[in-house]
């Protein structure tokens, strides 16, 4: 008997943006990926096309359905799409699917691999929660767990086939750097200066690391996104209103407002500087791939509770650093992400955390580029389609949901 083809040739992702661009930012790398890299035809259904509009500026806010970047986009409205559902259907972030649309994967002859793509954690329960089965109450339907993490155990991160090459050439390549500088308006820095990106929500320490930056022996170039930060910015530089384009200097730190570029444009960014500060998910996996020293602002949760994550990434990210890199790391990753959102916390200590984190610079470079090497190996989309393969087998044996 002829084996039936378990790969999926269709996908249905449901992304509904709750804030920030997170959500759709996973949704739609996953979305190019699965299409350009795996030839799925895939259909992403979002809720919020302006965040879309704002990775990738192609798109039309004003279009129900439109086709970007080889993937068939449709504006997700509360009326429900009726149509006929996909092979494999992904709701982000537990998402609700529409009841007609499941309905209808319930009726289809061969129904759909359903997934739940998770947040991305490093806490240790992940490894037992990834793939589990969610038995539907009422119909014949089975919805699984899929987590992204960095152990093995876990779905991996989304990292598209030649990333690291492209990455790799960036870095290499002196033209193409000096294009990259030229297209953001900026002279190519000398290579003494120290440059930082930096991608991040309110945080009260960064008036202090900017005196550090300001104050400390090597010239450093701060490309500051628009975003979130940007008041606090202004502030220090006494700017009630800093935008794009804005540049800022005091002693040795120069800082430059970036317009918030495309989003496959934002991986240069990351590419070509020293240390990247990122925030949410996907920014921080991306300054992952760049093999550079980052520094993670987590999005901060209810009870603290993103601390224990923050701190299980730690405990991941720093095994294999000396005690004093590992030490400055994670001083600086406190620092950091205990001054968010609190404006009666004081920046005390993130000049010192700055410098202890600058001497270690060196090391954590090197464990940057070995991390991203080990992380390479456990690759999301891959991982997802294996998965419906592996559902595929369990279903032949009747045995799925068990
Ligand atoms: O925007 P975020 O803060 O999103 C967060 C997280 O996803 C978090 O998990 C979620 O719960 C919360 O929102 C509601 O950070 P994140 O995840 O890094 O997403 C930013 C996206 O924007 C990412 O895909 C990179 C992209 N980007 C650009 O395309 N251009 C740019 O210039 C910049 C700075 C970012």
Not at 38 to 60: F, I, K, M, Y
Not at 277 to 304: C, L, M, N, T
Request: proline share 5%; net charge negative; glycine share 6%.
């Amino acid at each position: 008997m002829t084996a039936p083809n378990l790969q999926p040739l269709t996908c249905d992702i449901f992304c509904n943006v709750i804030d920030n661009y997170g959500d759709i930012g996973v949704c739609w790398r996953l979305a190019r990926q699965l299409a350009n890299e795996h030839g799925l035809q895939v259909r992403l259904w979002v809720d919020d096309l302006g965040s879309l509009a704002q990775l990738c500026p192609e798109a039309d806010v004003a279009a129900e359905k439109q086709r970007c970047r080889g993937v068939e986009v449709h504006h997700w409205r509360k009326e429900s799409p009726d149509v006929r559902p996909a092979e494999l259907v992904i709701e982000a972030f537990a998402c609700k699917l529409p009841k007609n649309y499941i309905d209808a994967m319930a009726a289809q002859a061969y129904r759909p691999v359903w997934i739940n793509l998770e947040y991305l954690s490093a806490e240790d329960w992940v490894e037992s929660h990834h793939k589990l089965p969610s038995p539907h109450p009422t119909l014949p339907l089975t919805k699984y767990f899929f987590f992204p993490g960095f152990t093995p155990k876990t779905g991996g991160l989304l990292l598209e086939r030649d990333l690291l090459a492209r990455r790799d050439a960036f870095q290499n390549d002196a033209a193409q750097q000096q294009a990259f500088w030229r297209s953001i308006g900026i002279e190519m820095p000398s290579a003494q200066t120290l440059k930082i990106s930096l991608f991040a929500y309110e945080n009260n320490a960064l008036h202090g690391l900017f005196d550090a930056w300001a104050s400390g022996a090597q010239p450093v170039l701060c490309l500051v996104p628009e975003g979130r930060i940007l008041p606090l910015v202004g502030e220090y530089f006494g700017d009630t209103a800093p935008c794009a384009g804005q540049t800022y200097s005091r002693a040795n730190l120069q800082a430059r407002v970036l317009p918030f570029v495309e989003q496959e444009r934002y991986d240069e960014l990351l590419w070509a500087c020293d240390v990247n500060f990122v925030r949410g998910e996907d920014s921080f996996v991306r300054a992952q791939w760049a093999g550079k020293p980052f520094i993670w602002q987590i999005y901060p949760q209810h009870d603290a509770v993103h601390l224990k994550k923050l701190q299980a990434f730690l405990i991941l990210y720093s095994g294999h650093l000396s005690r004093s890199a590992s030490q400055a790391v994670e001083g600086l990753w406190q620092t950091w992400n205990s001054s968010v959102g609190s404006v009666q916390a004081a920046p005390i200590g993130s000049q010192q955390v700055w410098f202890a984190f600058a001497t270690a610079r060196g090391e954590v470079d090197s464990h940057a580029q070995h991390w991203a090497r080990q992380l390479a190996e456990n690759n999301l989309a891959l991982n997802l389609l294996d998965f419906c393969q592996e559902i595929g087998r369990m279903r032949a044996l009747k045995i799925e949901g068990q």
